[in-house]
């Protein structure tokens, strides 16, 4: 069986630091982000998602964490192709429109390259520390199966190259019928890493809980069940608390999955006061139980 390495995607929400899951020792960012990686090896930063990481930034998570602490960063919503605030965007390179949110082709081709470079390029630090695992492209609803859409799942790779990018999708069609079978290939063949979901059913975009491992690396995240899936109102969309029955099933999945990768991260992504932090502590110790 491959490693696994569980953990939560974030450490800074304020309903946690509310949640009183940190030591009233740990009052600044550099203690809580020190005392985080005390109790898991891995991290997802979603906030990258929002805005582009600096490069300073990288540099002081790098020298906060233990060596071996792995992050995996969540790529700029640019980038995903999702709908981006136009102040999100580096302030040089902010294009002169009433557009409050913009996309890829609202943007001159020289920009959209730059974004590129500029976002990759922050996370070097990470990269010279070996601490970045992964780079995760979440794709919007409407990023359906299709030959383009293919195409740019290979472009992402390249582009990334050296760094390890892995893809988690929003839409059915991925794995609607044949095409279950159909995508596994695909991302196969062109060693793709596939980022399998835990997620609340019937919605636009659910997708069904494949685990799939499609390259050496295998990623699945858990979003929970909230019955407020479709809400603004994103602790009510994560605020879902994992049974030990219902984590007490997903250990011995997990352990399959990792039999078919060299490494397997899972990431908690119910975040929601301290709900990521204990599930994903009774998880760490039920798949070090056997």
Known sequence: MGEIK????????????????????????EKRLAWYAKQFPLVEVDATYYSPPAERTARLWAER?????TFNIKAFSLLTGHPTRVGALYKDLRPDTDKKNVYPDDLRPQVYEEVWTRFLSALDPLVEAGKLGAVLFQFPPWFTIRRDNKAYLIEVAKRCVPLRP???????????????????RFLREHRLAYVAVDMPQGHRSSVPPVLEATADLAVIRFHGHSDKW????????????????ELMDWAPKLRELADSAEQTHVLMNNCYRDYAQTNAASLTDLLAGD
């Open 65 to 69: 964490t233990p060596a071996g602490f």
């Open 166 to 184: 892995v893809f988690e999708f929003r839409h059915a069609s991925w794995f609607d019928g044949d095409n279950r079978t159909e995508t596994l």
């Open 230 to 245: 479709t809400s603004k109102d994103i602790h009510e969309k994560f605020g879902y608390h994992y049974s030990d029955r």
């Open 6 to 29: 569980v953990g939560t995607a974030s450490w800074t929400d304020r309903t946690l630091l509310d949640s009183g899951w940190y030591p009233q020792t740990a009052d600044t960012p």
